[in-house]
């Protein structure tokens, strides 16, 4: 299937490592530009140079500001900004025992920057009829009991998920979101890394997921990010798309230990 992606300039937030980086080279090996945007400039840069025809741009992306000047450099570079993917986030785990300014901070890593970057861009993604896709989480639809900050960003990244593709309908744009579950990325072992048996605690968690019982891998997540984006979606509006191995919806019972046999 040709995607019809080439020469489309593409804007990623947080795309020097994990879904990000992988989303960035599946929209390369396409032939669309993108524009990598994140903190970490060593990652950044390195993954810029590697694939052709995109650039790097250093921006921290709890700065609105920062958000502004990230689509105007996209558009001076590539004349253009046909597709926005809202990546960027942290699982940083304020629950609800946390101040309210902690709750607020985690808004601030997690979900304004997602409105930010999407008010800056929608001029342009209007003159392109171009698309969103935002990348939420599982936890926005099951909860996690100790992340109420996180929890509430990609909840409301669903919510808006259907509220922009409402209000971006006229125009031709489309707007979509991919829920993440288990996937294997660079902050996801971190976080097993902070465990006493970090083996142990993936194989666990790995074992939850029905198909295949492994992780999800950041280019299974990327290949649905850059068909959702790509005009061979035409007709996919305001949809919430699992790539999960099935963690999110099917049923407990048959997800964990020797169940699957019986
Ligand atoms: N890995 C999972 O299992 C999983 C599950 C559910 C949801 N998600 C979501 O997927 C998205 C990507 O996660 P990942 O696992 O690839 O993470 P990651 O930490 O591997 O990569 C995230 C990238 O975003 C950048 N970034 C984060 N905050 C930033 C900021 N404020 N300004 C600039 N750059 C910033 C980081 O530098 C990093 O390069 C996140 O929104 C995350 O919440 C991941």
Not at 77 to 89: C, E, H, K, S
Not at 237 to 248: A, E, M, R
Request: glycine residues 10%; charged residues 20%; contains cysteine.
């Amino acid at each position: 299937m040709n995607l019809e992606l080439a020469g489309r300039a593409v804007l990623i937030s947080g795309a020097a490592q994990g879904i990000g980086a992988a989303t960035a080279r599946a929209f390369a090996a396409e032939g669309a530009r993108v524009a990598l945007v994140d903190r970490d400039e060593a990652a950044g840069r390195a993954l810029a140079a590697e694939l052709a025809g995109s650039i790097f741009i250093p921006a921290d992306l709890t700065d609105d500001g920062a958000c502004e000047r990230a689509v105007a450099e996209t558009v001076r570079t590539f004349g253009r900004l046909d597709i926005l993917v809202n990546n960027a986030g942290v699982n940083d785990a304020v629950p609800l025992s946390a101040s309210p300014a902690e709750f607020l901070g985690s808004l601030r890593r997690n979900l304004l920057h997602v409105f930010a970057l999407t008010h800056f861009a929608t001029p342009h993604l209007i003159a392109a009829r171009g698309a969103i896709v935002s990348v939420s989480s599982k936890v926005a639809v099951t909860g996690q009991g100790s992340t109420s900050g996180y929890a509430a960003a990609k909840g409301a990244i669903n919510a808006l998920t259907r509220e922009w593709a409402l209000a971006l309908a006229p125009q031709g744009v489309r707007v979509n979101a991919v829920v993440p579950a288990e996937c294997d990325t660079e902050q996801y072992r971190r976080w097993f890394a902070t465990q006493p048996d970090p083996a142990a605690a993936r194989a666990e968690i790995a074992g939850r997921v029905p198909l295949g019982h492994r992780l999800t891998t950041p280019a299974e997540l990327a290949d649905a990010i850059v068909w959702l984006a790509s005009p061979r979606a035409s007709h996919v509006t305001g949809q919430l798309l699992f790539v999960d191995g099935g963690y999110t919806h099917l049923d407990r019972a048959a997800t964990g230990g020797a169940a699957h046999w019986g």
